[in-house]
């Protein structure tokens, strides 16, 4: 048995982090059909994402190890986050090797990372069962990696080429019209299954959740389809998945709140021991390839930092989900024993605390049961819960 960590949502982040994403990726949408303007800033989002919301977001992971395996010491948290550390030098071995497949690799991590996310956070803040079936995981994930390809084959190909390059490769001859074809392939099986899942909820009465699938899927192919695929990309990464997944982390980290401003600076500082070496490897590789990089070559960069580091983040954010695939040091999942003990505490002394293990049945200030139907509560909170092992 693993523990599989609920967050549930309050009002105020249905708002901030639920639909304010979608909105913004439909507003970029309708202003580029306006006045173009994401060619011309196509490497910006990623390059913002840098220092704020998206690699700090991946930044906290060293936080998130520590606080899922109770470290109590920064010896202790850089033990458990050998696991982490470890897997990113595969990576890095594995694009020394084989550069176009690790690109590759990457983009189905991607896919996955994403769909698994997206599917989560809207069960989650629509009241409803938190794991998504994996047909419907896959199906959004691939949606947003396959759809640049489909709708803008040459600038995609473009910054695949520009990744190779990065990497002391470079893309061979290649057909766009068989690259094209096999993404539009890809993105039709994805509507499909995603119109069938949202069928399947019209039919169960989860007239919320198909609602919200509706839209978020309309957003999505609104902006790939229009916006540069760079751009595109870096701006759903960081007002959309890194947004969200922020709000997660901060709950984890013991706060109240996370739609605040105190919360999400306070998450940044948390983030630097990890932000900051990550940053200078960065600024080494622009100054050692790029000695005069545009904001487009400064999101090449970033993309190639994400290359390394999205196996294992994504693995660990898989821990918060109940789901262990590897079982590495610093990435297994915690005992809900400390979290009732918490909860208890916070009880006797009139304070609900951040993390809460509530039962089943049982509905608190910060929390309920999680079973569908249950009264959304007022504010969120964590909950870890015993869940079997897939």
């Given at each position: 048995m693993t523990t599989h960590i609920v967050t549930t949502w309050c009002t105020r982040d249905?708002?901030?982090?639920?639909?304010?994403?979608p909105f913004l990726l439909l507003a970029a949408a309708i202003l580029e059909g306006i006045h173009p303007y994401s060619d011309r800033l196509a490497g910006w989002p990623f390059l913002t994402s840098l220092l704020f919301i998206g690699l700090p977001h991946g930044a906290a992971d060293l936080l998130v190890s520590a606080r899922l395996n109770r470290a109590t010491n920064w010896r202790e948290s850089l033990g458990y986050f050998s696991g982490y550390s470890s897997l990113m030098l595969v990576v890095i071995a594995a694009i020394v090797i084989t550069p176009l497949g690790s690109i590759i690799a990457f983009a189905m991590f991607s896919a996955w990372h994403f769909g698994a996310a997206d599917s989560a956070d809207v069960n989650e803040y629509a009241g409803e069962t938190p794991r998504a079936g994996s047909f419907t995981i896959a199906a959004r994930g691939v949606l947003i990696v396959a759809l640049p390809f489909m709708s803008q084959t040459a600038s995609s190909l473009e910054i695949v080429d520009r990744l190779l390059q990065l990497f002391g490769s470079a893309l061979a001859s290649h057909d766009q019209w068989i690259i094209r074809t096999t993404s539009a392939c890809l993105v039709v099986v994805a509507l499909l299954i995603l119109t069938a899942a949202i069928a399947r909820c019209l039919v169960r009465g989860n007239i919320r959740v198909a609602g919200i699938e509706?839209?978020?899927t309309g957003s999505i192919l609104a902006a790939f389809m229009v916006l540069h695929p760079l751009f595109a990309m870096g701006l759903y990464f960081l007002v959309?998945?890194?947004?969200?997944?922020?709000?997660r982390v901060i709950l984890l980290l013991d706060e109240q709140r996370a739609a605040s401003l105190g919360a999400l600076?306070?998450?940044?500082?948390?983030?630097?021991?990890?932000l900051v070496p990550t940053l200078a490897g960065v600024v080494t590789v622009l100054w050692w390839r790029l000695p005069w990089p545009t904001a487009f070559d400064v999101s090449i960069v970033a993309l190639a930092v994400f290359v390394v580091v999205t196996p294992p983040h994504h693995f660990l954010v898989e821990r918060l989900h109940g789901r262990d695939w590897l079982g590495l040091p610093g990435m297994s999942s915690v005992s809900d024993q400390p979290a009732r003990r918490k909860m208890r505490a916070g009880?006797?002394?009139?304070?609900?605390?951040?993390?809460?293990?509530p039962s089943a049945g049982r509905s608190h200030e910060c929390g309920t049961s999680g079973k569908p139907g249950s009264t959304p509560p007022r504010r969120p909170s964590f909950a870890f819960r015993k869940a079997p092992t897939r």
């Open positions: 249905r708002l901030v982090f639920g639909m304010c994403p509706v839209f978020e959309w998945h890194s947004w969200r997944h922020t709000r600076a306070r998450l940044h500082l948390r983030a630097l021991p990890l009880q006797q002394s009139g304070h609900s605390p951040g993390i809460t293990a």
